[in-house]
Nanobody, 123 residues
Framework: VQLQASGGGLVQAGGSLRLSCAAS????????MGWFRQVPGKERETVAA????????YYTDSVKGRFTISRDNAKNTVYLQMSSLKPEDTAVYYC?????????????????WGQGTLVTVSS
C-alpha cells in the first residue's frame, strides 16, 4: 500500500498550489482521506479531511475559505487545492487514508500515510 503525495514547491505569498495524493496497492474509495502538515518542533496538524464519497469535508480554521479538498475515486486520488497561500502555510504536507469512511479529524484515525511533500511560501 502506497500513498504518493506530489505538487509541493516554492510559491510566493498569495499564490496557489495543488497537491495530489495517488494511492496504489489497494483502493481507498471506501475510506476517508486527509491532508496534514507538520513543521519542525510541532505536532502534525490536520489540515483537511474528506469522507469516502466526497460529500462531507472538514477544514481547520486557518485554511477555511482558502483550501479545498476533493477526491476522484475512479483515479484513487485525493487533492488539496491551496489558494491565497501565506508564509505560515509553509510545512511538509502529508496525505493519509483513514481507518473508516468518515472525514476523520484525528491523526490517530489514519493508519496509512504518504511520504510528504514540502510546501514553502515566501513572503
Amino acid at each position: 500500500v502506497q500513498l504518493q503525495a506530489s505538487g509541493g514547491g516554492l510559491v510566493q505569498a498569495g499564490g496557489s498550489l495543488r497537491l495530489s495524493c495517488a494511492a496504489s496497492g489497494r483502493r481507498f474509495s471506501n475510506n476517508g482521506m486527509g491532508w496534514f502538515r507538520q513543521v519542525p518542533g510541532k505536532e502534525r496538524e490536520t489540515v483537511a479531511a474528506i469522507n469516502w464519497s466526497g460529500a462531507a469535508t472538514y477544514y481547520t480554521d486557518s485554511v477555511k475559505g482558502r483550501f479545498t479538498i476533493s477526491r476522484d475515486n475512479a483515479k484513487n486520488t485525493v487533492y488539496l487545492q491551496m489558494s491565497s497561500l501565506k508564509p505560515e502555510d509553509t510545512a511538509v504536507y502529508y496525505c493519509a487514508a483513514a481507518r473508516q469512511g468518515g472525514a476523520a479529524t484525528m491523526v490517530g484515525n489514519y493508519p496509512y500515510w504518504g511520504q510528504g511533500t514540502l510546501v514553502t511560501v515566501s513572503s
